[in-house]
């Protein structure tokens, strides 16, 4: 029995942990956006749903399309996914964007389901979070080709010193936790 409420208690908390943190996502998307768009597009007008939900799951089925790279252990995958995603966050927004980025995720749990308990879906959507919101966020503050690929270039950077960070800390712990594996 004390098993059970140790794992209802833990499965509590890694839902709570999702919910804050895709709270703060928005909030800082929401901040990012004010900050630097004078025009921007309401999230609730037809267009832009349609706009979001449409390339959301395009980089849906692209997200569960797997490219092995050859160079890396089998488990790495090669993810386009997040093209359609950055192609709406620069069109409508950082807010657009993390929708988006959520949206994407959910159409690959529909399609495919989970082999990892939901923690790779969750640092899939906060991985890609850290790509697009400074990709964004420096591409709305001045518009234009080069600003874009500074952009990609700054979320490309944070994504990698973040998702570093957030593998060693959070994810491998976890997935040794979940897993029974070794943490070694």
Not at 117 to 128: H, K, M, P, S
Not at 146 to 174: C, D, E, H, Q, R
Request: aromatic content about 10%.
């Amino acid at each position: 029995m004390k098993t059970l409420f140790a794992s209802i208690s833990e499965n509590v908390q890694f839902v709570l942990l999702c919910l804050a943190v895709t709270a703060a996502v928005v909030l800082l998307a929401w901040g990012g956006e004010k900050l630097v768009m004078k025009k921007r597009h309401r999230l609730n007008t037809a267009h832009t749903i349609t706009t979001v939900g449409m390339l959301a799951a395009i980089s849906g089925v692209l997200m569960v399309i797997e490219l092995p790279l050859f160079f890396a252990p089998s488990f790495y995958k090669l993810d386009i996914s997040e093209l359609p995603i950055l192609i709406c966050t620069f069109y409508l927004g950082p807010v657009a964007g993390v929708v988006a980025e959520l949206v994407k995720v959910l159409v690959k749990l529909i399609i495919k389901g989970t082999t990892t308990a939901y923690v790779g879906d969750f640092a899939n959507f906060v991985v890609g979070c850290t790509f697009i919101l400074p990709a964004s966020i420096i591409y709305h503050a001045r518009p234009g080709k080069k600003t874009a690929l500074i952009g990609m270039a700054v979320g490309t950077l944070i994504m990698t010193v973040f998702g570093s960070a957030f593998n060693a800390i959070y994810l491998l712990p976890k997935f040794s936790e979940l897993f029974g594996l070794p943490l070694d």
